[in-house]
């Protein structure tokens, strides 16, 4: 068992290294070293602390959205601390940063421990769905087909996504499927009142567009010009893998998953540069506002995935 545990932590940074080293025998690296200039790092720096901050209020705001609805309310900059301490670990894996932000919100909050991972899951819930609903219009307005496909891709979205709530919010009972929505990780997203749950939609719609942003403004750096469509498109994708908890932050599978979806804007070098520059300044602000903006949250986050509260 301990051996089948080490396997399983080992297993993203085996990952990482494995796709990293692959990408980096494919390509030229002096080609690519040579992309990492003063003028990149110009306009690279500006847009990922943008991003950085942009990105870490709407999570602020969403999570003080839910805290509220479940009764206990807490102001958005409590909720952007405890989001910030979780980068931490989350970085190194998905699950540790979900499983520390969810006792930072049960210490913090008040909320049972049952509540901050329903809290938790809703907002991860809601950015799945975003992101997908993004990407999905996004690939009908890039595809050049007409409006009726247009229409027809965004209602039938829309209904899914309805449909799903409606069966998960409904008094109706489900059957068999009863137990699976009474699951408390459902709690928030089933007891919270329905404006609520539309307001972090939209906030996390918000947040999906920071991510595009930021993806635009690391392409102009390194010189690449992808058009609006196609790069709202390829940069849902690569946040829908690298969300994934397979890699270290997503180091690697975001590089591959780049390198496949602009391969046509762009030479493999120039991408994976400007891919690892991105996600490495991304890296480096979250973890500085963990250190720095939530110092006492980040330590107890850091306490908590090792188990103090499981």
């Known amino acids: 068992m301990k051996g089948l545990q080490i396997l399983r932590n080992s297993l993203p940074f085996i990952v990482t290294a494995a796709i990293l080293a692959y990408l980096f025998s ?53 909720c952007a601390r405890i989001k910030a301490a979780s980068y931490s670990v989350g970085m190194l894996n998905y ?105 972090v939609a939209a906030l996390r719609i918000g947040f999906v567009f920071t991510f595009i942003g930021a993806g635009y403004g690391s392409m102009l750096a390194f010189g690449v010009h992808v058009p609006l469509g196609e790069l709202t498109v390829g940069m849902a994708a690569v946040a829908l893998v690298g969300a994934l908890p397979i890699a270290v932050a997503g180091l690697g599978t975001v590089q591959y998953a780049t390198v496949e979806l602009f391969s046509a804007y762009a030479d493999e070098a120039t991408l994976v540069a400007c891919s690892l520059s991105m996600q490495t300044a991304m890296l480096i602000v979250r973890m500085s506002m963990g250190l720095v903006f939530a110092r006492e949250f980040t330590r107890e986050a850091v306490e908590a995935t090792r188990g103090d509260d499981t």
């Open 95 to 199: 699950a540790l940063g979900v499983a520390a932000l969810s006792v930072l919100f049960r210490r913090r909050v008040g909320l049972s421990l049952a509540a901050s991972a329903g809290l938790v899951a809703t907002v991860s819930f809601a950015d799945l769905a975003m992101l997908i609903a993004v990407t999905v219009v996004s690939l009908a307005f890039a595809s050049g087909q007409g409006p009726a496909l247009q229409i027809g891709t965004v209602a039938g979205v829309g209904v899914g996504i309805g449909i799903g709530l409606f069966f998960l919010r409904t008094p109706i009972s489900l059957g068999p499927l009863e137990p699976v929505r009474e699951l408390d990780l459902f709690t928030t997203a089933r007891q919270a009142p329905l404006g609520t749950l539309l307001e």
């Open 26 to 78: 494919t390509i030229d690296l002096a080609a690519a070293y040579a992309t990492l200039t003063l003028e990149a790092a110009q306009i690279l720096i500006p847009t990922i602390l943008i991003y950085g901050f942009a990105s870490l209020a709407i999570e602020g705001v969403a999570l003080a959205r839910l805290t509220g609805a479940a009764g206990r309310p807490a102001n958005w900059l409590t």
